[in-house]
């Protein structure tokens, strides 16, 4: 019966990957639905990615998507809203996957949806349970304490290859087409470092929404308590802003060449410690 499947969220990552294998080996295959919100935004070798768990799983992920109906682009939801990242959210997000999987949650019945929050999101994961209690929500990750490299530990275990973007460095496999709204100060400045001309596309893009907003449009923060304090002081929140490049009608916010440098952690690098747990997925 629909009313008794197991909904498991695959969204292109290591976390939500394990969590959907879990979820199998605890509800069994004929209960388990794959689902992937696709943004149409991803990188090659998520695709291939997901051929390679569908077969570890032993069935289809499903993709549904908002593209195509309201918005044909995740570039058409940027410049329809003047929006990037805001203090709710990355209004893409919003409209590419929490949108789609709200609607398609008012349409379908479940018994629980399989989320891939790992342990150091508890407090998300928390947030999920209370505003969306309709959800139903189960989180495999935190029931076993599994963090995002204890996933790529386990894929290893499998013989399953992780996304391209581990290997490059990144912690996420969002949105590389692009590059993640959401991808904080250290992530776009590697994108700046390794991947130029997305930074730099990125960067017109956001000069193009300030001018049209006539206000700051951004995806970075500047998280300084002397920032704050400004912020608090003026009541203008968009002092905070910090562009990719400095925008010449905005001299007076930060852009990221006067950010601290912040270096992101290596995931995909097992440092000899792959294989020797006998855990799950030997």
Request: hydrophobic share 35%.
């Amino acid at each position: 019966m629909d009313g008794e499947k197991i909904i498991c969220w695959w969204s292109g990552g290591v976390t939500s990957a394990i969590a959907c294998k879990i979820a199998v080996d605890t509800f069994g295959i004929d209960d388990c639905q794959f689902l992937f919100i696709d943004t149409f935004n991803e990188d090659g070798d998520t695709y291939r990615f997901k051929k390679d768990c569908e077969e570890w799983y032993g069935k289809e992920i499903e993709t549904i998507t908002a593209i195509g109906k309201k918005y044909d682009s995740i570039e058409d939801v940027w410049y329809d809203n003047l929006s990037l990242n805001v203090a709710t959210g990355a209004i893409c997000s919003s409209s590419l996957k929490k949108d789609v999987r709200v609607q398609w949650q008012r349409k379908n019945d479940y018994k629980h949806q399989v989320f891939g929050f790992d342990f150091s999101e508890t407090k998300r994961a928390l947030n999920l349970k209370k505003n969306y209690a309709t959800a139903k929500p189960i989180f495999p990750l935190l029931m076993f304490g599994y963090s995002k490299r204890d996933c790529i530990r386990l894929l290893n275990n499998a013989k399953i290859e992780i996304p391209q973007m581990y290997k490059l460095g990144f912690q996420n496999n969002n949105c590389f087409k692009t590059g993640c709204v959401q991808g904080g100060i250290g992530y776009w400045q590697k994108m700046q470092k390794d991947f130029p001309d997305k930074f730099e596309k990125m960067a017109k893009i956001e000069h193009e929404l300030t001018n049209l907003k006539g206000k700051p449009v951004t995806m970075l923060k500047d998280q300084s308590g002397k920032t704050k304090e400004l912020v608090k002081e003026t009541g203008v929140k968009e002092n905070a802003f910090v562009f990719l490049l400095p925008h010449p009608d905005y001299p007076n916010n930060k852009d990221i060449s006067m950010m601290k440098g912040f270096k992101i952690e290596n995931l995909s690098e097992c440092n000899g410690f792959c294989g020797m747990q006998g855990d799950l997925f030997n």
